[in-house]
C-alpha cells in the first residue's frame, strides 16, 4: 500500500498534496509492516522542495515522528521536527506532542511527561469540529437503554481503536424503531 500511496502522491507534485499523500501511506505502510519502505517515503518528502513550510505539514509530524522512531529513525525524526516555528494553535500542539516523543525515545521521561501532559491540555482546548461530531455520534448511536460512554480523556486514548464504543450494527432505515415497514 505504502508504494501505491507513494506512486500517486508524485504525480501531484505539489508539496501540500505530497505531504499528505506520502504521510498517509507511510503510516499505512507502517502498520502493514513495512517499516522500511514507510521510512523511503518519509525520506522522500524530507527533500520536498518547501514542504515544511505547507499548512499540512506541522499537523502530520506526530504521525511522520511515530513512523520514524518505531522504526528505529530517531534522526530523521529529529530532522523532520528540527527548526520549526508554528504558526497557529493546531501547529502548536503538533510541535509540543512532537517534542514529546522525541523526549520520550530519548529516555528523558520527566521531561516527556511534561510535554506529554501539556499536548494533552493543549488539545483538549482546542475543540475541533471532528471532536463535537464524535459527541454527537455517540449520543445518537446509543439508545436511551445503554448509557452513553464517557468520551476518552486522552487524545490517545481517542484515537485508540480500543477504546472506541462499539458501533451499532447497522440496519435498513426500515427496520429502525417508529418507521413504517
Not at 505531504?19 to 527533500?47: I, M, P
Request: aromatic share 6%.
Amino acid at each position: 500500500m505504502g508504494r501505491a500511496g507513494g506512486e500517486e502522491a508524485r504525480e501531484f507534485g505539489e508539496p501540500q498534496w505530497l505531504t499528505t499523500l506520502l504521510v498517509l501511506a507511510a503510516v499505512a505502510g507502517a502498520g502493514a509492516g513495512d517499516a522500511r519502505g514507510a521510512v523511503t517515503l518519509l525520506t522522500e518528502l524530507e527533500q520536498v522542495r518547501n514542504v515544511r513550510h505547507t499548512p499540512e505539514y506541522m499537523p502530520s509530524l506526530p504521525g511522520i515522528l511515530r513512523v520514524t522512531i518505531a522504526a528505529g529513525e530517531p534522526g530523521l525524526a529529529a530532522r523532520f521536527a528540527a527548526g520549526l516555528t508554528p504558526v497557529h494553535p493546531l501547529d502548536q500542539h503538533a510541535l509540543v506532542t512532537a517534542r514529546a516523543q522525541l523526549a520520550e525515545y530519548r529516555e528523558e521521561h520527566c521531561e516527556a511527561a511534561a510535554l506529554y501532559a501539556g499536548a494533552e491540555r493543549r488539545w483538549k482546548k482546542f475543540e475541533m469540529p471532528w471532536e463535537r461530531c464524535w459527541d454527537t455520534a455517540a449520543a445518537c448511536s446509543h439508545s436511551a437503554a445503554r448509557p452513553r460512554p464517557e468520551r476518552p480523556s486522552t487524545r490517545r486514548e481517542r484515537s485508540s481503536p480500543a477504546s472506541a464504543p462499539p458501533l451499532p450494527s447497522l440496519k435498513p432505515t426500515s427496520a429502525w424503531p417508529g418507521r413504517p415497514r
